[in-house]
């Protein structure tokens, strides 16, 4: 049970995010666009999680990696839930933006 919560919100694994964006990983960070604002992984794009499903169509490839992040992982692995479940077959769970942004210095 523990492992399976632990994979759902993308914690206990040992995913190489700096490689995934060196191969051409999208981040989405999905926190409202006044979080965003006030600092967010270069590079990344802003889709806030209550319009996301409406803006699927800014991902166009699905089977593109795609690095999603908030400001603490509860927004993010809902937003890789909603990835998934649109036939999103790569997306990985960053958690909070600005521990993202140092494991990709």
Known sequence: MIDAI?????????????????????????????????GHVNGSINIPLDTLSSNLGKLKDKNKAIITCCASGMRSASAKGILKS???????NGGGWSSLNNKLR
Request: hydrophobic residues 30%.
């Open 86 to 92: 649109n036939g999103y077959t790569s997306v990985y």
């Open 6 to 38: 632990k994979k759902l919100f993308g914690f206990g694994t040992s995913t190489n995010y700096a490689e995934l964006v060196k191969q051409g990983a999208i981040i989405v960070d999905v926190r409202s666009k006044g979080e965003y604002s006030g």
